[in-house]
């Protein structure tokens, strides 16, 4: 059996790809790793499962200086928007085998439009499974509260959006008070979802504040990708509070925005809605202030012609009443010298009646009719009882006294 070393199979392998790999072609694969050395970049790609997202195919690749250089020159701005970890990429590549070091492929050239494309339809997909799980409307459905002191703001501490949306909020014409709270987190790139999530779930479990504000500078459409994320979308679904989004799309809406309470496009007007919002609660207060002035009032006035009603029947009904009294003394007073002749009549006749009654129980007349008084030491006696024998008691009769010892007592 012919026995080959490893250099001669490599040897072998290479004459077959390059035979089979004579031209340049597209393939369509998503950046897993992108790191720059020295002018040039290594990357690995790779192609993974759509329903499980386990990888199928994996290669690593590169992109030599003078290439690199083009792409740069070619992409403008979005180069490194387009050529970092997690992106959808569609490229143009040689394929190359090395002795040494084994396959990769020559990244020659990168078509932008395939990855605007695949974000465009990774959307779609996110909003119709937003929308057959409920989720578009819930934050939206929450009741805005009257007053919003309170803000969590989910931002980049460095962020100039950031900055703008404190100093808006701070140097606001009516002087309101706000009381904004920072969770930070990044506002591009691959940490960019983790940690929203993370922060809006730290929100929620706080439970001290009355709304959520996401918000960031503006940016091209790969660099507001990240808020496109079902992940961020559904936890915003299932905030207890309104979430604002000020995320700086000039004209598309992020998922982000599709399934906020509130969405507006800079931070600016983010800091300008609440202070609005503020500023309707105090002309409602106001109003409301104006009216129940008002109704005091009309109630006062009321009340002020009911007590001028209630006093004018008062006085009325006094004036009746006393005439009513007046008559009734003239009325007396024309009785009472009648009342007093038969007052003085009955108390003549009481008192010679009682004088009568005088006369007939006086002592004279009982002692004519053979009756006496016996007293003992100045006292009347009404029994033998207050006497004994020896005592000397007086006896009056009708025509004088005597005087008489007790020699003995008899009982009935």
Same mark, same amino acid.
């Given at each position: 059996m012919e026995v080959y070393n490893l250099l001669e199979l490599n040897q072998y392998i290479k004459q077959v790809i390059a035979l089979n790999f004579v031209d340049t072609l597209w393939i369509s694969c998503e950046i897993s790793s992108f790191n720059e050395s020295r002018g040039h970049a290594y990357l690995d790609l790779v192609e993974k499962d759509e329903t499980t997202d386990q990888v199928k195919a994996m290669i690593s690749a590169v992109i030599w200086f003078r290439d690199f250089s083009f792409l740069r020159k070619k992409l403008g701005l979005i180069a490194d928007k387009v050529l970092k970890e997690g992106m959808q990429v569609k490229l143009k590549v040689e394929v190359?085998?090395?002795?040494?070091?084994?396959?990769?492929l020559i990244i020659k050239d990168i078509d932008p439009s395939y990855t605007y494309g695949q974000l465009a339809i990774?959307?779609?997909?996110?909003?119709?499974?937003?929308?057959?799980?409920?989720?578009?409307?819930l934050n939206n459905g929450i009741r805005f509260p009257t007053l919003t002191q309170r803000i969590a703001v989910i931002s980049s501490d460095t962020a100039a959006g950031y900055q703008?949306?404190?100093?808006?909020?701070?140097?606001?014409?009516?002087? /309101?008070?706000?009381?904004?709270? &920072?969770?930070? $987190?990044?506002? @591009?790139?691959?940490?960019?979802?983790? =940690?929203?999530?993370?922060?809006?779930?730290d929100i929620a479990d706080v439970g001290r504040h009355d709304v959520v504000v996401i918000t960031r500078g503006g940016g091209s459409k790969l660099d507001l990708s990240s808020f496109d994320?079902?992940?961020?979308?559904?936890?915003?679904?299932?905030?207890?509070?309104?979430?604002?989004?000020?995320?700086?799309?000039?004209?598309?809406?992020?998922?982000?925005?599709?399934?906020?309470?509130v969405a507006l496009k800079t931070p600016t007007a983010v800091a300008n809605f609440l202070i609005d919002h503020y500023?309707?609660?105090?002309?409602?207060? /106001?109003d409301q202030a104006i009216k &129940?002035?008002? $109704?005091?009032? @009309?109630?006062?006035?009321?009340?002020? =012609?009911?007590?001028?009603q209630f006093r004018k029947q008062i006085e009325v009904s006094l004036d009746h009443r006393l005439s009513a009294k007046l008559d009734q003394i003239q009325n007396i007073n024309k009785e009472i010298p009648t009342l007093l002749k038969s007052r003085i009549k009955q108390e003549r006749d009481q008192l010679a009646n009682w004088e009568q009654q005088n006369?007939?129980?006086a002592p004279e007349r009982l002692l004519k009719k053979g009756y006496s008084i016996v007293r003992f030491n100045g006292k009347l006696i009404d029994s033998i009882k207050s006497i004994k024998e020896g005592d000397q008691i007086e006896i009056t009769l009708v025509d004088g006294a005597i005087q008489s010892i007790v020699k003995a007592k008899s009982h009935e």
């Open positions: 190359d085998f090395h002795e040494r070091f084994g396959m990769k990774q959307r779609e997909k996110v909003i119709e499974q937003l929308r057959q799980e409920g989720r578009m409307d703008d949306f404190i100093q808006q909020l701070q140097q606001n014409q009516y002087g /309101y008070a706000f009381k904004p709270q &920072l969770f930070p $987190a990044a506002m @591009q790139g691959l940490r960019t979802e983790m =940690e929203v999530v993370s922060q809006l779930k994320s079902y992940a961020i979308a559904k936890q915003i679904s299932e905030m207890p509070i309104p979430v604002i989004t000020g995320i700086g799309h000039d004209i598309d809406l992020s998922i982000a925005d599709m399934v906020s309470s500023a309707s609660f105090e002309n409602l207060l /106001y &129940l002035k008002l $109704a005091v009032q @009309q109630r006062f006035k009321n009340l002020d =012609e009911y007590l001028n006369r007939l129980i």
